[in-house]
């Protein structure tokens, strides 16, 4: 069976994988996660994050050879670490992600999609180096299709985003080329326009495309769902 390796996206932390692992194991499949810097557990100062320290974690937490899969925002150190480490990875699944063009950041992209809605709805800390989404706002952008219990759970554990690794450049070469993709789009999802994730996903190969009608939090609001899903995309093609 496949072993998954799971990054968290935007402000969020290895405890939001928590109903996703279980599901995956009891499929068979072996799953962790893993705190970026400055999310989760990990104290790194926000100040501090860089797009390689992201990519240097995902690195550094992968034993054997791994189907990768990054939320949103991980879809592009997951890609950074597929250009270092091609080796490593059996597989590269976007979920609801950002799928990187080389030499652009993922605030370039971010500005691509037709639909912005996070724009009204965070707000930059004093010095300019993290951002965080209006409470208010957090449910209808993130959850809105879970349980009271998941996003009383997020609430309490979301962190600061770091500025500086989203507004990086990633250059991708031949290695990062040379690894599998899938792409999980959310039709109901209130964080990245999914006509975007559409765009994104066209430049995979049409049997590398997958839908799920979810929020942004799949993994809180379908996690049987996604594990089936993970499944299917881990068997040998």
């Known amino acids: 069976m496949a072993e998954f390796l799971l990054v968290h996206g935007s402000c969020h932390g290895a405890w ?16 962790r996660a893993l705190d970026l810097p400055s999310h989760g557990n990990d104290q790194t100062p926000v100040s501090e994050v860089t797009l390689e320290r992201y990519r240097d974690a995902i690195l550094g937490a992968i034993e054997g050879r791994v189907h990768l899969v990054g939320h949103s925002m991980a879809g592009f150190p997951i890609a950074a670490a597929a250009d ?11 979920l609801c992600a950002y799928a990187p ?20 709805a965070i707000v930059k800390n004093a010095d300019g180096s993290s951002w965080t989404v209006i409470p208010e706002r957090i449910r209808d952008l993130f959850y809105h299709d879970c349980s009271d219990e998941a996003v ?21 070469g031949a290695d990062y080329e040379s690894v599998a993709k899938s792409y999980i789009r959310c039709a109901e999802d209130r964080t990245i326009d999914p ?27 379908d996690p049987k769902g996604l594990a089936q899903l993970l499944d299917k995309i881990a068997q040998p093609r």
């Open 195 to 221: 006509d975007f994730q559409t765009e994104m996903a066209a430049r995979f190969a049409p049997k590398e495309r997958f839908a799920m009608q979810t929020s942004h939090s799949p993994f809180f609001s």
């Open 16 to 31: 939001c994988w928590r109903d996703l692992i279980s599901e995956l194991e009891a499929l068979g499949h072996s799953a």
């Open 101 to 120: 063009m080389s030499g652009t950041s993922l605030a370039d992209m971010r500005k691509m999609a037709k639909r912005q809605f996070l724009v009204d």
């Open 84 to 94: 270092v480490s091609p080796e490593k990875i059996a597989r590269l699944i976007y």
């Open 152 to 172: 009383a759970f997020a609430m309490e554990r979301l962190r600061p985003q770091a500025i500086k690794p989203t507004a990086q450049i990633l250059n991708l």
